[in-house]
């Protein structure tokens, strides 16, 4: 079996846990509409999803440690496929948001262990484009998920959309059926950090959440935004989050190049430019063209940050990489719950167009946090670490 197979199928699986996650934000207006909510109860689609993910992963990550990792990882895509089918069904509301919670528990441990999974299955001096190839499906979840779901839920309803995201899921099952070898991941490499420390992986975990809190309290409202301030004609949303998707798919390549080379550096860029990105989303938010551009920026910026937190945490983990990696896990979805949550509160008060402005003054606390990582860890220089040859 091959390696490369099983890392395609796992990126797959990875697009689909995202997009999962992230449909409702370009569905906002037809599923408020068809179950009788207001767009921000919508958006709390998002919001609640990305609690239970938060509540969930140590205990569940734990609790699954000694499962084989293949046998885990298709259970978890099964609970994926079964519920996802079920969602596009829901009759209500409440059912709606039951069964994007039980989505939610298999995503919680998936994320823990397909960063050390996919690490194990090859030599550590490639692991950051290892990760960055696995991190490709989930940033493009949100990037081209959304806008092929929009696109879809606009044509053939909301409900369509989530039935060919089960596809997709079902598909990425049996690549892992077929492909998956059996992984130790106790016996390899990528079991614990390669140079363990505590205070840099409480560094990355907050830069995390902060960074993910700043882009989701703009972009969960992202169809509003470019709607209601902008003056996008709702037919042109795909088109618009098609290119950023192109983008983020650009930023990963990038990121992933980098993080191999200078892990430190290869987080900085990505934040600084999306603080920029989202500051001027907000500034500029009536130019049409400007506005687009800036999209497409942020998502550049979203794709070359997720392979360099994730290399980051493998290589400064301070114990087991599935505990270290449930932690960011944690952290990454505390930063979509609390911006998708922000977001809403700042869309009652404020209107859409304050909510690039807030995404970016936390993304800016990111880059605030990584600016004092020295002082923080009590190291005179800034960390530059490469994975050393395997």
Known sequence: MSAVGALAALAVSAFCYAATETL???????????????????????TGYAVAVCVVTFPLTWATRRVPRRRLVAT?????????????????????????????????VFWAVVGPIASAMFEVRIRGRVNAA?????????????????????????????????????????MLI???????VSNSHAATGTTPDARRYAVV??????????????????????????GFAAATLGPLLL??????????????????RWQRGAIIA???????????????????????????????????????LQNRVLEVAPGSTDMASAGNSVAFNVGIAGGSLLGAGI?????????????????AAALVVLAGESWITGSPQAHRAAAPAG
Do not use: C, N
């Not at 409702?24 to 998002?46: Q, Y």
């Not at 902060?210 to 301030?229: D, K, N």
């Open 347 to 363: 869309l009652e008060a404020w209107g859409a167009r304050a909510t690039p402005l807030a995404g970016g003054l936390l993304v």
């Open 178 to 184: 077929f492909m998956m070898p059996e992984i130790e």
């Open 24 to 46: 409702p934000i370009g569905l906002l207006s037809l599923i408020s509409g068809d179950l009788g909510v207001s767009a921000s109860s919508a958006g709390l689609l998002v």
């Open 76 to 108: 978890l895509l099964a609970v994926l496929v079964v519920s996802t089918v079920a969602t596009a069904a829901a009759p209500s509301y409440p059912v709606l948001f039951g069964l994007r919670l039980v989505v939610a528990l298999s995503q919680a």
């Open 270 to 308: 990505p934040v600084v430019l999306l603080a920029a990105a989202l500051f001027a989303s907000y500034s500029a938010a009536s130019s049409k063209p400007v506005t687009a551009v800036l999209a497409a920026v942020t998502g550049f910026g979203l794709g070359a940050l997720a392979p360099a």
């Open 134 to 174: 696995v991190f490709a499906g989930g940033s493009l979840g949100p990037m081209l998920g959304v806008p092929a779901g929009t696109w879809i839920g606009q044509q053939h309803g909301w409900r369509v959309a989530f039935l060919a995201l089960a596809g997709l899921a079902l598909t990425a099952y049996t």
């Open 243 to 260: 290119a950023r998707g192109v983008a983020d798919f650009a930023g990963i390549a990038a990121g992933g190049a980098a993080t191999d």
């Open 205 to 230: 975990v907050v830069v995390t959440a902060l960074a993910t809190a700043g882009v989701y309290t703009a972009f969960t409202y992202t169809e509003l935004f470019l709607t209601a301030v902008t």
